[in-house]
């Protein structure tokens, strides 16, 4: 029942601070650093005392509207777990980052709550129209979070991502409402649902309907291009949000719903995902290797990265699905640790994010803090042993060669390329050489603002994250098979032929 207190409490924070923080940035801020640490122990506490749970267990269940067999029902396994955790790091992370917010902070923190409570609602829901509910409880204030409090080009930004989500979650209802029709059962319920025995026929066309509906979200190729404009768009926050969690709902929808009621359909067409999404890592990290713009980089490795999340679902062996949730953790941590230095530590006090200005800067001397910071997740996003990055993606990488070897060895060549571009960025963004308007401290500029202890205590929540999944990961791996254990994915498993 804790676990549920993660979306009550982050709902009625959300209130409270646009209510009682009204011209009291401090009183908002503080407000919503509580409500974000309060969802981030009960998230904590609910996975210690459920341990390895097996199967799901429930939280409520209710009846919402019994003319369609609609209820409340939440519960909790160990993919689900998992994602609690990450959002509960993230939303505490981002506010932190966010500590400079004056402008209309009650308002710019109850959207920021709103958000968060959707995103538990959404990875606590067993009830598919209870999933779409709060699925899109979470994709509506992103739109404001970036159009008003955003930067460069933040009404295109803005709308952009609005246009893509909306056209994806069309598709996901019409997918939904068909799944309900033919299931004939009168239910939502996704346990009941998943064994409903939908034919394949059906499966065939709806499948890709719904999946890619939800893949949107996560940055499938090609219809990526809404995430490196709304990274760049979006406040520090929403950036950190957006490559945390937000883009973990398309996954996790494409996991929960697409592949676990319509198996015979992931079968058919994961020949077809496991290309989109070498296209995409391979793509993304290219575009990443030549951008000048500090941000985009980051944007597109963002949607590099997420490319190993479909490439593992798309592989739907058991190592690989359990390494892309893996990479759902761990792609949250990092990409929202790399946005919080990109966006806050260097864009707010250089005002620029330009790599042939900040080369000039040479920011390692400037910043040395943010420096270290970078250089940590620049190696955590290569993959680097004793980091997330590195025991997820190894998971897929495994996982798509019993499937696909051709797309492992093709998505190995964009484990290259990140290497390459991260190397790149952090040579120019920290380590370039000397130019006349970065004499920091020596005259020709005035010294930057320190670093802040808000921002560090951010940056080191997020790289002892990423460190505490890559030195003992196999608690998390533990909880994840197991929740793919659970009855919702048992026809999955059955398809798939897993052991």
């Not at 067999?69 to 994602?83: C, P, R, W």
């Not at 709103?114 to 779409?132: A, C, R, T």
């Not at 066309?205 to 090609?222: E, R, S, T």
């Amino acid at each position: 029942m804790l676990l549920t207190w993660t979306i009550w409490i982050s709902l009625i924070g959300a209130a409270a601070t646009t209510v009682l923080g009204r011209g009291r940035p401090g009183l908002a801020r503080g407000l919503a650093l509580g409500v974000s640490l309060a969802g981030l122990l009960l998230a904590g506490w609910g996975a210690l005392s459920m341990g390895v749970p097996d199967g799901a267990v429930t939280l409520a269940r209710v009846p919402w509207i019994p003319a369609l067999g609609i209820e409340f029902h939440l519960a909790a396994d160990g993919v689900s777990l998992a994602l609690l955790l990450l959002t509960g790091v993230a939303a505490v992370a981002g506010v932190l980052f966010s500590w400079n917010v004056e402008r209309g902070a009650n308002a710019f923190f109850g959207l920021y709550l709103l958000l968060i409570g959707g995103v538990y609602g959404v990875f606590l829901s067993q009830d598919l129209f209870l999933f779409f509910a709060f699925y899109e409880l979470a994709i509506v204030p992103k739109y404001f979070l970036i159009a008003i409090w955003g930067s460069t080009r933040r009404e295109y930004g803005a709308m952009k991502l609005a246009l893509y989500s909306f056209v994806g979650s069309a598709m996901v209802l019409v997918g939904i409402l068909a799944i309900y029709v033919a299931a004939g059962q009168q239910t939502f319920d996704l346990v009941r649902l998943s064994e409903a025995g939908l034919t394949a026929a059906f499966q065939g066309w709806a499948f890709p309907l719904v999946f890619v509906g939800f893949a949107i979200l996560a940055g499938l190729w090609p219809f990526h291009t809404w995430a490196p404009t709304g990274h760049v768009a979006a406040p520090t926050a929403a950036s950190m949000l957006l490559a945390g969690v937000v883009m973990k709902l398309g996954a996790y929808g494409a996991l929960r719903v697409a592949m676990a009621l319509m198996p015979e359909g992931a079968r058919l067409w994961g020949p077809a995902v496991a290309t989109l999404a070498v296209v995409g890592i391979v793509y993304a990290a290219l575009v990443a290797l030549v951008e000048r713009d500090f941000k985009f980089v980051i944007g597109y490795s963002s949607v590099s990265h997420m490319g190993f999340v479909l490439l593992g679902l798309a592989a739907a062996t058991p190592r690989g699905m359990s390494g892309a949730v893996l990479q759902m953790v761990s792609h949250g941590v990092i990409a929202g640790l790399l946005f919080g230095v990109v966006g806050r530590m260097v864009y707010d006090r250089t005002h620029t994010r330009e790599l042939s200005v900040l080369e000039g800067l040479r920011l390692a001397r400037a910043l040395p803090f943010a420096a270290v910071t970078f250089t940590l997740a620049s190696v955590a996003s290569m993959g680097l042993p004793g980091f997330s990055g590195f025991v997820a993606e190894l998971q897929v990488l495994m996982g798509t060669w019993q499937a696909y070897p051709w797309a492992a060895m093709a998505a190995g060549l964009g484990v290259v390329l990140s290497v390459a571009f991260t190397l790149r960025v952090l040579q120019r963004a920290f380590f370039g050489e000397l130019g006349a308007a970065g004499d920091v401290g020596g005259g020709g500029m005035e010294p930057m603002p320190p670093i802040t202890w808000a921002e560090g205590v951010g940056a080191v929540l997020l790289l002892g994250t990423s460190l505490a999944i890559g030195l003992f990961p196999q608690g998390w791996i533990a909880r994840i098979d197991a929740g793919l254990a659970s009855p919702v994915f048992g026809a999955l498993r059955t398809t798939m032929g897993w052991p």
